[in-house]
């Protein structure tokens, strides 16, 4: 499945962005989404992933963005969002969204994941 991130943009510390992940194709439902970020000299990290539905409804997170990042599906939209709240400086990069059906234990690892669309860029003044 492609994914493509759109929904980035320059915001204070403590400001908020929505994120959203939209796919073309009809499949969207069968994959679990993940978001990565990756930051200018560092590798993509994981950020959060959801499950396909049918297979639960669990979301995991990274720590350090827990309590402030929620990800959430609308299955008939094929469109994912990462809601992000009380941003901070070092959340600033590229994030990136993309699909996996991996077993849901290795959502975090990118290589996991097969298609990476085009990131949007989140920007984060201190």
């Known amino acids: 499945v492609q994914l493509q991130a759109s929904g980035g943009g320059l915001v204070q510390a403590g400001g908020s962005l929505r994120l959203s992940c939209a796919s073309s194709g009809r499949t969207f439902r069968n994959f679990h989404v993940g978001w990565f970020r990756q930051a200018p000299g560092t590798d993509r990290e994981f950020v959060a992933a959801?499950?396909?539905?049918?297979?639960?409804?669990?979301?995991r997170y990274t720590d350090s963005v827990k309590g402030r990042f929620t990800i959430s599906r609308d299955n008939a939209k094929n469109t994912a969002y990462l809601q992000m709240n009380n941003l901070k400086p070092e959340d600033t990069a590229v994030y990136y969204c993309a699909g996996t059906q991996i077993v849901w234990a290795y959502v975090d690892d990118k290589q996991r994941y097969a298609s990476w669309g085009q990131g949007t860029q989140v920007t984060v003044s201190s």
């Open positions: 959801i499950m396909r539905p049918g297979t639960g409804t669990s979301t």
